[in-house]
């Protein structure tokens, strides 16, 4: 069983920028694929970024290419996710996932473990 625990939302202005952590209890955090999702009010949760288990792999949505940047650390069992110029459009929980493998990386039913979440809000 792994466990992830999400940290680092809040509120910001427009065009300002956060950093998510997601920490993970695991030993073999490094085998692991991570994503981030998020999932704002009345809408369905949505593929965001993932990072392959040697972070020598990233894809994002591209809605926020360019602006989104992911990142791990396995030696601190943590991945980030690096938020810059946000948009209100931004604003949604933010969680992060695991799973054992990088292919169809989008697909949310791939993903074995998640986070409880972190609001984030982007304020107009």
């Known amino acids: 069983q792994v466990q992830l625990a999400e940290v680092g939302g809040g509120l910001v202005q427009a065009g300002g920028s956060l950093r998510l952590s997601c920490a993970a209890s695991?030993?073999?955090?490094?085998?692991?694929?991570m994503g981030w999702f998020r999932q704002a009010p009345g809408k369905e949760r949505e593929f965001v970024a993932v990072i392959n288990w040697s972070g020598g792999a990233t894809n994002y949505a591209d809605s926020v290419k360019g602006r989104f940047t992911i990142t791990r650390d396995n030696a601190k069992n943590t991945v980030y996710l690096q938020m810059n110029s946000l948009k209100p459009e931004d604003t949604a929980v933010y969680y992060c996932a695991a799973r054992t493998y990088y292919s169809d990386y989008a697909n949310i039913n791939g993903y074995n473990y998640w986070g409880q979440g972190t609001q984030v809000t982007v304020s107009s």
């Open positions: 695991t030993r073999t955090f490094s085998s692991y694929t």
